[in-house]
T-cell receptor
Framework: QKEVEQNSGPLSVPEGAIASLNCTYS??????FFWYRQYSGKSPELIMF????GDKEDGRFTAQLNKASQYVSLLIRDSQPSDSATYLCAVTPRDDKIIFGKGTRLHILP | KAGVTQTPRYLIKTRGQQVTLSCSPI?????VSWYQQTPGQGLQFLFEYFSETQRNKGNFPGRFSGRQFSNSRSEMNVSTLELGDSALYLCASSLSTGTGSGTEAFFGQGTRLTVV
């Protein structure tokens, strides 16, 4: 059974600090990795994707991928109250399916 | 480019009834997936359709079914509704080129189903 695991949280981070969200996956052959943000009562929206080992930066967001450790993370710098949401990690194994984790609730403390 | 459209947005049904939800994917996307989301269980995969064929299926009872039409629009049906079926039902479409790329999913606004 292919799995994507995330800590459900809530993860509380002071405003202005770095929020670090983590995700592990079971299929070593996974090819694509995504982070979605979901505000309460809304649908998930794609915020980052990464395909290669290393870091990928987009504004205040950095996605990190370590395929050897089967680990992907999302860093949010200078956290804002508007970053408070549930963050879903998603992984595409060798085929075309996409598998979502249960999500981590992030709460930015003003 | 229009996004993923789900109808209706809200629905109230009584136990034992059946319901049909609709999803129109982004133009050109051939893969449509359905998810059930509840506060306690998170996002749970129901099934995926690709070119009118069910390609993947989650662990839901047979009361949950779906289909996809030639224009890629998809419907999901739930028969004999139970109180526990109350949830946000999300549809997502993706390009799904078959090469492992283009798999990012784009979600509709969801249908909130309440069973009373």
């Amino acid at each position: 059974q292919k799995e994507v695991e995330q800590n459900s949280g809530p993860l509380s981070v002071p405003e202005g600090a770095i929020a670090s969200l983590n995700c592990t996956y079971s299929d070593r052959g996974s090819q694509s990795f995504f982070w979605y943000r979901q505000y309460s009562g809304k649908s998930p929206e794609l915020i980052m994707f990464i395909y290669s080992n290393g870091d990928k930066e987009d504004g205040r967001f950095t996605a990190q991928l370590n395929k050897a450790s089967q680990y992907v993370s999302l860093l949010i710098r200078d956290s804002q109250p508007s970053d408070s949401a549930t963050y879903l990690c998603a992984v595409t194994p060798r085929d075309d399916k996409i598998i979502f984790g249960k999500g981590t609730r992030l709460h930015i403390l003003p | 480019k229009a996004g993923v459209t789900q109808t209706p947005r809200y629905l109230i049904k009584t136990r034992g009834q059946q319901v049909t939800l609709s999803c129109s994917p982004i133009s050109g996307h051939r893969s449509v997936s359905w998810y059930q989301q509840t506060p306690g269980q998170g996002l749970q995969f129901l099934f995926e359709y690709f070119s009118e064929t069910q390609r993947n299926k989650g662990n839901f009872p047979g009361r949950f079914s779906g289909r996809q039409f030639s224009n890629s629009r998809s419907e999901m049906n739930v028969s004999t509704l139970e109180l526990g079926d109350s949830a946000l039902y999300l549809c997502a479409s993706s390009l799904s080129t078959g090469t492992g790329s283009g798999t990012e999913a784009f979600f509709g606004q969801g249908t909130r189903l309440t069973v009373v």
